[in-house]
């Protein structure tokens, strides 16, 4: 059923209510670039294999939202496809600065997430020039996922056990920021309970 609904929706180029850039001007893109990983940005914006509405939203002809739409291309940070996965984090990062509410719930699986499976990706978002004003928030979206497991800190010290092995095999010299990451997400957990 919800493949009719977002096939109709392609088909006849309708943005929902909940994803109006008009109704919603706080929740548009308003980060652009002249190119990501030394690639044009048309070369993303005409890509075939990046979905229709990522590319809108950073038009400005889509707002984010608590939605479905807006879920599938924010899932997409986790892509393996090296031709467009710079394309999508540089999309998720833009939300990532403007998200407000339910949205900022569904935020955090994907940071962490990020963070373990891309460790090293991570860890360089600190020293780009993109990401770099934006990396706290990665890391404290991160932790309140972490925070919300039934008990928290055995979970982050299982999780930066298998993290500190990939960093140490793929980015040893990211290791100290590795255990600040850590260090902030079990302060952040023992803040918060």
Known sequence: MLFLILNS??????????????????QINKWFVDSLDNKPISFYLNHPNIDKYSKLFYEGKFAASDDDLTFAFLDSVLTKNTETKSFYLF????VLRITDGAL???????CRKYLEK?????????????????????IDFSAYEYYNEEYPIEIV???????RIAVNDRCEDNSTE??????RIVEFVNENK
């Open 91 to 94: 999309i998720y990062n833009s």
């Open 178 to 183: 590795l255990e600040y990451i850590l260090l």
């Open 9 to 26: 929706l392609i088909g006849s180029s309708q943005i929902p209510e909940a994803n109006n850039p008009e109704k919603h001007p706080y």
């Open 157 to 163: 010290k299982e999780e930066f056990e298998l993290i």
């Open 118 to 138: 891309y460790p090293c990706s991570f860890i360089n978002l600190k020293n780009n020039k993109l990401y770099a004003n934006n990396y706290q928030s990665w």
């Open 104 to 110: 900022s719930e569904y935020m955090g699986y994907n």
